[in-house]
Structure formats: structure tokens, C-alpha cells
């Protein structure tokens, strides 16, 4: 299998691709413009969907990519290798399946993680109206880890305050007061916003209007990033002592989902999160619908082998938005090194994403019919 031929070079062609294949399958198609931002040259910004099978199914996958922009290389490729691979055939009878393409076209157009505000949206979906989640370690890092040059002296003066910051509150510490999510910074690191953002927004109406029927939502949410090559990480937000839980374990294997696994996968002990997506639409569709799934991680980045290398994706995103410019002569040299992070061109990448994520479409597919099967016989 040539798996190179479902990656895209650019967000432009990535729609278009999955356009074309969604429609010649048979897919009920939607576009969603976004109208607070543009992408390179003005072009115009569109999260889409696909849906596959009857339109009152109780049954429907959720497949969603570009939470985090240009994360949405890999899922992109992976849903357009799906849809190429007859997988909307293979849907249990009277299931469906609800692709979303580009959720943060702004980050997936521009090479970025972020939206248009800056904002993580893996932050983004909790209640606005309600005091923010306060991050007061935050505070601690927020000046020192924004530096206004990358200069080398610049960076060894970060780590030296980064370096007095783990011998007073521990390595891992700082990585969960960076990435847990903060709502005081516009200008930091994983800023969560204080209002939802248009993606959330859009996000929420089509899971209200699109899965108003439904009973039962398998739920896979494709990012990239932690240092491999291809391989999955299943973060699975659900009670773990719940059925949610025990039922992603049986579709993925319980190893998958052990926090063992995950951490040794991930390469440290995860941070703690606020705001994720997985969370408000569990939250959304808990009067009519149970969810199952995860977010999934493909593992792309080179090993770092130090911290200044280890953050510097996150650094030259910040630096680019904040203080350089998307038009700086850095800027291309700058976006081509955060594409390698989390969309590399590697081969070998390349081959493991789409094998890898196909094996995860036929486990969950099959899953959803054992799920269905449960219905039935709870019926009878």
C-alpha cells in the first residue's frame, strides 16, 4: 500500500481530497465557513463533514480532525484512506459514521496548533459562564517561557529559570502547569480563551442538529505529536471505573488504555487537563446518548533530546504569532520545523499512520456492532 498517496501538502488540498472521496462514496456533505479568519493569501476557511448511512441511525461514529490545526495532516490522510478503503461499507446495518474534517481550519491552513485566537481548543469546551480553572503555577513560567527573541542567549536564559523552577516544584510540574490548560494569558502557552471559540461553536451545533437521533456515539479524535513514529496513543477520557471505559478497553485492547501504557507511550506521566473536547460533547449528549471513545495520538516527533529542543515547536508557534509574524522572513523556516513535529514526511510515518489507523476504524466498527448487539438483546 502506498501510503504516502493520502497525505496533502497543504490544507487547501487536504479539503479538497476529502471532498472528492466523500462525495463519490455516496456522503451527505455539509461546509461550515468560518468567517473570523483567512487563511494564506486570503483564502477562505471551511470545517466540513461527511456522514455515511441512514440518517436516523441510533449508531454513529464521530470522527473528527484538525482539533489541534496542523495536527489534521495525519488525520486528514487517515480519513481520506478510510473513506478510499470501502470503510463507510463496512458499517454495521443501520449504523453511521460523521466525519469532521478540519475542526480548526485556521490552525490547519496556517501550520499551527492553535485557532485563530490562540486558543487551544482541546481547552475550550467548558462552561464560559462559570469561574475559569486556575492554573496559579502558571503565572510562575508565563514570563520566562515567552521570550521575545530566540536568540541563543535568549533560550539559555529560559532555561536557566526553567532549571529554578524544577528545583523548587519538580519536572513534572512544569510540564502540567504548561499544558493543562491557562485562561489568564491570550499570549501563553495552551490558553484555553474565555469565551468558546467559532470551532466550538460550529462543533456543538452539528453534533445537535446531526446526532439528535443518536443513542450511542463511538467517539476517535486523531492528534499527533509525542515523540515515535506512527505508533497510537489512546487517551481515553472516560470514568475509569465506568462502562465507557470498559468498553473502549474491549474495542483497543485493555493495554492500550492502561495509564502504564499511556505514560510509557507518552513519555512521562500525562498532565492533567481542563476544557478538553472530549468532555463537552460527552457533556452535550449525556441526556440522549452514551459516548465511547478517545482521543488518539499518532507519534510523530524525533526524540528531544534536551528541553530547549523539547519545547521549541511550542516556542517558535508563540514567537511566530506574537512577536515575529506570520510574514517574517523566519516564518517559513519556522512552520516547516512545527510540521515536522507533528506532520512529518517520513515514509515510514506515513506507512504506520495509515495502517494504524485503519486496524483502529475496523476494531472500533466492530465494536460498534457488538455495541448495537447489546441493544438488541436488552430488547428481547
Not at 476557511?45 to 495532516?73: M, Q, S
Not at 462559570?130 to 530566540?150: A, G, Q, T
Not at 510540564?175 to 489568564?184: F, K, M
Request: with cysteine; net charge negative; glycine share 10%.
Amino acid at each position: 500500500m502506498d501510503a504516502g498517496k493520502f497525505f496533502s501538502e497543504t490544507y487547501d488540498e487536504a479539503r479538497a481530497r476529502f471532498l472528492e472521496a466523500a462525495a463519490m462514496a455516496g456522503a451527505r456533505l455539509a461546509a461550515y465557513e468560518n468567517p473570523m479568519a483567512k487563511g494564506p493569501g486570503g483564502t477562505r476557511l471551511f470545517l466540513d463533514t461527511a456522514w455515511f448511512g441512514p440518517e436516523d441511525a441510533d449508531t454513529v461514529l464521530l470522527n473528527i480532525c484538525g482539533t489541534h490545526g496542523t495536527e489534521g495532516f495525519a488525520g486528514s490522510a487517515a480519513q481520506l484512506a478510510w473513506i478510499a478503503s470501502c470503510g463507510p461499507h463496512d458499517l454495521p446495518h443501520g449504523a453511521a459514521a460523521l466525519l469532521v474534517h478540519a475542526v480548526n481550519p485556521f490552525g490547519f491552513a496556517w501550520g499551527l496548533r492553535g485557532t485563530e485566537n490562540n486558543v487551544d481548543l482541546n481547552r475550550n469546551f467548558l462552561d464560559h459562564g462559570e469561574p475559569h480553572p486556575e492554573n496559579p503555577l502558571y503565572e510562575e513560567i508565563h514570563r520566562f517561557l515567552c521570550p521575545r527573541s530566540l536568540d541563543p542567549a535568549s533560550i539559555q536564559r529560559m532555561l536557566v529559570a526553567g532549571a529554578r523552577f524544577i528545583g523548587k516544584h519538580g519536572q513534572w510540574s512544569l510540564e502540567d502547569a504548561v499544558s493543562r490548560g491557562q485562561y489568564t494569558h491570550p499570549d501563553g502557552y495552551h490558553y484555553g480563551g474565555l469565551a468558546p471559540e467559532w470551532s466550538n461553536v460550529t462543533l456543538r451545533d452539528i453534533v445537535k442538529r446531526d446526532l439528535a437521533q443518536a443513542r450511542r456515539v463511538a467517539f476517535i479524535d486523531w492528534h499527533s505529536g509525542p515523540a515515535g513514529d506512527g505508533e497510537l496513543i489512546h487517551l481515553c477520557f472516560s470514568n475509569p471505573a465506568g462502562p465507557e471505559f470498559a468498553r473502549a478497553a474491549h474495542w483497543w485492547g485493555e493495554d492500550a488504555l492502561d495509564p502504564a501504557t499511556v505514560n510509557a507511550m507518552w513519555g512521562s506521566k500525562r498532565p492533567s487537563r481542563r476544557g478538553i473536547m472530549f468532555w463537552g460533547l460527552e457533556e452535550q449528549l449525556a441526556p440522549h446518548a452514551r459516548l465511547t471513545g478517545a482521543v488518539i495520538e499518532f507519534r510523530s516527533a524525533r526524540h528531544k533530546p534536551n528541553p530547549a529542543q523539547a519545547l521549541r515547536a511550542s516556542l517558535l508557534e508563540r514567537w511566530l504569532r506574537f512577536e515575529g509574524g506570520l510574514d517574517a522572513p523566519e516564518a517559513r523556516a519556522y512552520l516547516d520545523e512545527i510540521r515536522e513535529d507533528y506532520a512529518p514526511r517520513r515514509r515510514s510515518w506515513q506507512y504506520n499512520v495509515i495502517g494504524n489507523a485503519l486496524s483502529c476504524y475496523r476494531a472500533t466498527i466492530e465494536g460498534m456492532g457488538s455495541w448495537m448487539d447489546e441493544r438488541a438483546r436488552a430488547a428481547d
